[in-house]
């Protein structure tokens, strides 16, 4: 079993986006520029965002952070959105999700310029990843493509199993894993699959994102499988000094033995999620998905 170490590659990542950042700005060019839209204080979404400014921060990018109260009305978050899509100094830009529940998530979503769109969540950029144009991907998947080809995962003929079937991850995981190039023969299950047991342990690469602690045992897993944890669900500890610890949808121990590979939680899919991020700003600021 080889634990597939997400921290390690990001912090490569990041010191390959570093390098090339010096570059720009040595040849002249402009630092790019990401900001965060953040509404409320979910605790989730602030250390996220703290994380993100950090991030830009250690590879040289330029970071705004704006905050809105979580009773801010739907009309004054656009009108800041529209701010945004026409700063020129803003190559891309996020609002952290989840919204107050007063405010309709795909209205936002929506309201981004495409071109700015570095979350890769716009219709625009899902439909084109879709059908195999360039496009700025969802984070978590574009991470977990990442990871699987730096670690010479082989996809090709490869049976895929994608536990989950939301737009951040399930579905867009399902659809990278088909396309030409990667080649990986794909199955999307979720919470009304029939016998999903067996249907998993049939699969060569098993992808878990459906954020249910401790969800895939032993049973569900065939020897010498790749097994890919997207789940980060915060469970109450006594051992650690926030009161709570992150817990994956696999039972790490249990599965683990069977593995040829799989990602720990934390330090797996989450650094890889961050490190996206950054990858679609750079692509954005040097203009190679939209000139």
């Known amino acids: 079993m080889q634990l ?12 390959e986006i570093k390098k090339e950042v010096e570059q720009i700005v040595k040849n002249g060019g402009k630092a790019p520029h990401l900001a965060a839209v953040l509404v ?35 009309e004054e978050l656009l009108a800041k959105i529209d701010e945004l899509n026409n700063d020129p100094d803003v190559d891309g830009f996020i609002v952290q999700l989840p919204l107050p529940g007063h405010i309709p998530e795909n209205r936002i979503i929506e309201a ?3 071109k700015k769109d570095v979350d890769g969540f716009h219709p625009v950029n899902v439909g084109r990843m879709v059908i195999g144009l360039p496009a700025f ?5 574009y991470g977990i493509m990442e990871l699987l080809k730096r670690y010479s995962i082989p996809t090709s003929g490869k049976k895929c199993v994608v536990i ?6 399930g579905r867009p995981m399902s659809v990278l894993l088909s396309q030409k190039g990667v080649d990986g023969t794909v199955t999307v299950a979720h919470s009304r699959t029939k016998n999903l047991e067996s249907l998993c342990a049939e699969a060569d690469i098993l992808i878990a994102a459906l954020g249910s602690p401790g969800f895939v045992k032993a ?9 890919i944890d997207v789940g980060t669900t915060r469970v109450p500890s006594t051992e650690t000094k926030s ?28 650094p890889m999620t961050r ?7 750079l692509l954005a600021a040097k203009k190679e998905i939209y000139s």
């Open 243 to 270: 009161g709570f610890r992150l817990k994956g949808d696999v039972v790490f121990d249990e599965v683990s033995p069977k593995c040829s590979f799989i990602t720990p939680v934390p330090g797996g899919v989450g």
């Open 112 to 114: 981004i310029d495409h």
């Open 219 to 227: 049973n569900m897993v065939k020897e010498g499988a790749v097994v």
């Open 137 to 141: 991907l969802s984070a978590t998947p």
């Open 40 to 74: 409320g204080h979910d605790g989730g979404s602030e250390s996220y965002v703290a994380y993100k400014i950090k991030d830009c921060e250690e590879v040289g990018f330029k970071s705004s952070l704006i905050r809105f109260e979580d009773d801010v009305a739907e």
């Open 164 to 169: 989950g079937r939301s737009q951040i991850v």
């Open 4 to 15: 597939i170490d997400g921290k390690k590659v990001a912090s490569e990542i990041k010191l």
């Open 275 to 281: 490190v996206s991020l950054l990858q679609n700003t």
